[in-house]
């Protein structure tokens, strides 16, 4: 079965450093998200992505964080420079159409720490 | 807006036993429902989920949810639990047709008593 990957499966960096995490998204899929979970606490949403532009942000979506498809076919988000709060599970799930649904899958997640 | 209430955070059964997870959501329309399953440090482990037809789904490892419009509910159940099933518990809603977002509840923690 096809699947949504994600890497670096960890990533530590420093306060004040520019992470970029990645997705590669299953093939034919066009839309694409990035949630969080901090530890212990539930999966919140980011950002949607559709036809090469946010389609909708949460307000934890600030100006440090961006999206993108450098290639057409990963997925990123970058994060320009992180604080120690952003520490946490990060989440892409790609969507596409399936008999007239559009089911979210989710990818492993990348666990980023900030020290 | 959509939002999704589990209103136990932990729950604590016998091995054997059966559970019961529940969940209310609040969406405008026709929603997707899901449940996931995470062990500590790990992904989300997809369960089960209900998009239409059949209001009662049956998932992997036994565990089976009943979709209820009336009370807006998407319960979780497993007839007999194992050791094996003690995790958090998510229970989603998706934004369907739109291809919308998914929203999350607080989880619930399973415990398991041998």
């Known amino acids: 079965e096809p699947e949504v990957t994600q890497t670096p499966s960890h990533q530590v960096t420093q306060m004040g450093q520019e992470v970029i995490l990645r997705c590669v998204p299953i093939?034919?899929?066009?839309?694409f998200y990035w949630y969080r979970q901090i530890l212990g606490q539930k999966v919140e949403f980011l950002v949607s992505?559709?036809?090469?532009?946010?389609?909708?942000k949460s307000e934890i979506f600030d100006d440090q964080f961006s999206v993108e498809r450098p290639d057409g076919s990963n997925f990123t988000l970058k994060i320009r420079s992180t604080k120690l709060e952003d520490s946490a599970m990060y989440f892409c799930?790609?969507?596409?159409?399936?008999?007239?649904?559009?089911?979210?899958?989710f990818g492993p997640g990348t666990r980023l720490t900030v020290t | 807006a959509q939002s999704v209430t589990q209103p136990d955070i932990h729950i604590t059964v016998s091995e054997g036993a059966s559970l019961e997870l529940r969940c209310n959501y609040s969406?405008?329309?026709?929603?997707?429902l899901f449940w996931y399953v995470q062990s500590p440090g790990q992904g989300l482990q997809l369960l089960l989920k209900?998009?239409?037809?059949?209001?009662l789904v049956q998932g992997i490892k036994g565990f089976e949810a009943e979709f209820k419009r009336s009370q807006s509910s998407f319960n979780l159940r497993k007839p007999s639990v194992h050791w094996s099933d003690a995790a958090e518990y998510f229970c989603?809603?998706?934004?369907?047709?739109?291809?919308?977002?998914?929203?999350f509840g607080d989880g619930t923690t399973l415990t398991v008593k041998p």
């Open positions: 799930a790609t969507a596409g159409t399936s008999g007239g649904t559009y089911e979210q899958y």
């Open positions: 093939s034919n899929h066009l839309y």
């Open positions: 992505f559709y036809n090469n532009e946010i389609s909708e």
């Open positions: 969406y405008g329309a026709t929603p997707y």
């Open positions: 209900y998009f239409s037809g059949d209001t």
């Open positions: 989603a809603v998706e934004g369907g047709t739109n291809a919308g977002k998914s929203t």
